[in-house]
């Protein structure tokens, strides 16, 4: 199986409808030890790749689109998230810069490369109750593996999901949720959710 530009659109697609549906739940979650703004965010990006996905031309490449998105995303006001969820974007694209066809191998490579490329903005790992805690775990399930696309999109997304879980048992080392110490044991990341979020929409936008 190869996944082709039909196949990403939906996948895109699918990312902003399950962002659009949780921005509530994401703001709750923000609120308990942040600003509360995480969802209005999230959906501002979710609008924006809806708004991208509309006039996407049969000229530009999957990955050149993915990059120029994740450049847009970056340029989105609320705080750190922009910057960060348009490099976790912008990054999976490189690597098929020119590509229209992406097997295993490749999505493989996309995964490594979203991920080296929020290592250079973030020193945020697994257990500091960030989206990273995520995002390594999406990252790293699938890494040296060579399966069909939307098996390895399926263990992606169940690694991430069960990262944001376990983001609940975490200590918040980053942001405003920092100060707030042991209490914010019991409450899940955000982050971690919104970009597990991200996984379960690309899959299930390639189930589809």
Known sequence: MLLKRDDFYSMLNSVADIWEENYMLLCDIDSRFGD???GVTIRKIANLIKEKLAIWNEETS?????VDLGMSVVEI???SAGPLYGTMIGGFGYPIIEKNEIDGKLLVEMFDSSLTEMECITTAKCGDK??????IPAVKSIQGMDGSPIELLKIAAEAAEKGADDSRNMISKFGRARSYGDQTIGTPDAGAVSTSLFFKGIYEGIKK
């Open 62 to 66: 999957i990955g050149k689109f993915i």
């Open 36 to 38: 509360g703004d995480h």
């Open 130 to 135: 960030t989206m990273m805690d995520a995002l």
């Open 77 to 79: 006001g609320g705080g």
